[in-house]
């Protein structure tokens, strides 16, 4: 499949199978993380890959411990692929999705954002070129302010300098795959 192809294919999943992705792929995720661009070159973020289902649905739910709907103004995102904005009854962040890669970066560091999120996209692309949904969850810098949080990052050897910036959840989607929303091509200008 061509680039823009697996681009254009690439869909949020929030509905997950149980079960679990091979090994073999997730090894190859991410590597596809770390070849992300890093601003200056010095390959800052740090991905960590949870093969455990039971792992994630923990730090699933440590995910939305944090998560403030009072900050909301009015978003909607899907009939199709509910998130937990639009339904408060979900408990776990990553919607029941048996692999996730945390995605962490320096917290001091102009770039950590930025840096986490080109990770992030390499691995949905890299995930969606090998039939495997995804999708990116945020809500991540508060999710291991805790103590359970506290003794995974030590158990995971994350330097104390280091925050998760944000989340890959991945597995096998669970009934259809939506259709792709219309682009608005309008947002492309080119200037001569």
Known sequence: MALLDIIKARRSIRKYKSEQIPKEA????????????????????????????????EIGIMNMQSFDRS?????????????????KNIQNGFYDAPSVICVFAPKNFLFSIP????????????????????????????????????????????????????????????????QSKPINKDRIKIVE
């Open 26 to 57: 997730i090894g190859k995720i991410l590597e596809a993380g770390v070849c992300a661009p890093n601003a200056g070159g010095r390959q800052g973020t740090m991905l960590v890959g949870v093969h455990n289902a039971e792992l994630c649905k």
């Open 71 to 87: 900050k909301l103004i009015g978003s909607f995102v899907s009939k199709e692929q509910p998130s937990v904005i639009d339904d």
């Open 115 to 178: 840096d986490a999120f080109c990770a992030a996209e390499n691995i949905v692309l890299q995930a969606t070129e090998l039939g495997i949904s995804s999708c990116i969850i945020s809500r991540a810098e508060q999710t291991f302010d805790n103590e359970q949080g506290k003794a995974l990052l030590c158990k995971w050897n994350i330097p104390e300098n280091y925050i998760a910036r944000c989340f890959v959840i991945l597995g096998y989607i669970d009934g259809e795959a939506p």
